[in-house]
T-cell receptor, first 113, second 114 residues
Framework: EADIYQTPRYLVIGTGKKITLECSQT?????MYWYQQDPGMELHLIHY???????EKGDLSSESTVSRIRTEHFPLTLESARPSHTSQYLC????????????FGQGTRLTVV | KNQVEQSPQSLIILEGKNCTLQ??????????LRWYKQDTGRGPVSLTI?????NTKSNGRYTATLDADTKQSSLHITASQLSDSASYIC?????????????FGRGTQLTVWP
């Protein structure tokens, strides 16, 4: 069982609200990732981090922002939620490149009404 | 363009039967290929990971094969169980960047009927 946790699991929120999706891992991994996944579709990388104070945008443009103040914590924030942000958000971490494993959290299912 | 294509898109089989899922990729330079199982509403869980030099790898009733020359992989599930119902995702990693970028297929949705 991977030690990477996301909260909340489900979130329904009104348009214009600010939200933060939490992701924490206890494996000491340097690399962390946020993916967005619509039903029946592939995962798209929206943010990643090599380590503390390192954040980069991924392949899919996103209005969300991330921060990496601590190794174990990689929260994602939406300043003003819109219905187009409705999706599943998955957090992952790994300790290197190549053949190393990537562990995923359970995901946050976000619905903006 | 780096891509990962999976087939079939969906598959229904009876409990106890075997099945094979396919994955073709164009990711280069290739680092490794992973198969993940994703239950509905949950995060993906790794089944197997194979590097360039590995042709086959097993994990219980799951056996993955890799042909790095033709850039094809398959996941064979033996004696299927109801709990095998899930989406199976092929993920290919490149070694052209320090990130070890992951490229995801859209998955094959497997349904096992009793």
């Amino acid at each position: 069982e991977a030690d990477i946790y996301q909260t909340p699991r489900y979130l329904v929120i009104g348009t214009g609200k600010k939200i933060t999706l939490e992701c924490s891992q206890t494996m000491g991994h340097d690399k962390m990732y946020w993916y967005q996944q619509d039903p029946g579709m592939e995962l798209h990388l929206i943010h990643y981090s090599y380590g503390v104070n390192s954040t980069e945008k991924g392949d899919l443009s996103s209005e969300s922002t991330v921060s990496r103040i601590r190794t174990e914590h990689f929260p994602l924030t939406l300043e003003s939620a819109r219905p187009s942000h409705t999706s599943q958000y998955l957090c992952a971490s790994s300790d290197g490149v190549g053949s190393t494993e990537a562990f995923f959290g359970q995901g946050t299912r976000l619905t903006v009404v | 363009k780096n891509q990962v294509e999976q087939s079939p898109q969906s598959l229904i089989i009876l409990e106890g039967k075997n099945c094979t899922l396919q994955c073709n990729y164009t990711v280069s330079p290739f680092s490794n290929l992973r198969w993940y199982k994703q239950d509905t509403g949950r995060g993906p869980v790794s089944l197997t990971i194979m590097t360039f030099s590995e042709n086959t790898k097993s994990n219980g009733r799951y056996t993955a094969t890799l042909d790095a020359d033709t850039k094809q992989s398959s996941l064979h599930i033996t004696a299927s169980q109801l709990s095998d119902s899930a989406s199976y995702i092929c993920v290919v990693s490149d070694r052209g960047s320090t990130l070890g970028r992951l490229y995801f297929g859209r998955g094959t949705q497997l349904t096992v009927w009793p």
